[in-house]
């Protein structure tokens, strides 16, 4: 068990750009968050997947944003058309099975992929 | 929405000081998380507490969730520079969300 994996853990780009992260969860993980962190702040949900499923999805979640799990297994969060505003620290967890709907245990964390909008 | 404000938001303190960190909720929490977190690195689970007047304890570390469980607290004791880093505390999704939400940390700086 390697962990939540998140590549890159380094991006930066010009505004305009279009940038893609990708979260590798624990492997027997079904579920997955991704969050945004910026300096001085706790995580801000983002969205939650089940399986391949996106469930739900923040107000923080503009449009320029997009989430997908395909296969149930690795995600991507792209961000088009970056903005200065878009600069932060993007976060992805992920949990285990739980039996009933509502997950109640341990995020874990991956190191995160911190983005720099010049 | 449920709030989860913590205090102090930054902390210095001399190796071997004991210290504690405080995480109010504005609702009552069905599951209260510590997270500890270096600069630039992701959250790296510390405890988790569930029931009012819930204890754990890990080497140093001592968490405690209230009878009424709207607040807990963080006890380190006899720190060390180890210890130094960012505590977020984070709570459980409620009904009707899926989401954990995070407080805003505490920095904390443990001198040599």
Known sequence: ?118 | SQELEQSPQSLIVQEGKNLTINCTSSKTLYGLYWYKQKYGEGLIFLMMLQKGGEEKSHEKITAKLDEKKQQSSLHITASQPSHAGIYLCGAGPRSGTYKYIFGTGTRLKVLA
């Open chain 1, 1 to 118: 068990d390697t962990g939540v994996s998140q590549d890159p853990r380094h991006k930066i780009t010009k505004r305009g750009q279009n940038v893609t992260f990708r979260c590798d969860p624990i492997s027997e993980h079904n579920r997955l968050y991704w969050y945004r962190q910026t300096l001085g702040q706790g995580p801000e949900f983002l969205t939650y997947f089940q399986n391949e499923a996106q469930l739900e999805k923040s107000r923080l979640l503009s449009d320029r944003f997009s989430a997908e799990r395909p296969k149930g297994s690795f995600s991507t969060l792209e961000i088009q058309r970056t903005e200065q505003g878009d600069s932060a620290m993007y976060l992805c967890a992920s949990i285990e099975r739980l039996a009933g709907q509502v997950p109640t245990g341990e995020l874990f964390f991956g190191e995160g992929s911190r983005l720099t909008v010049l």
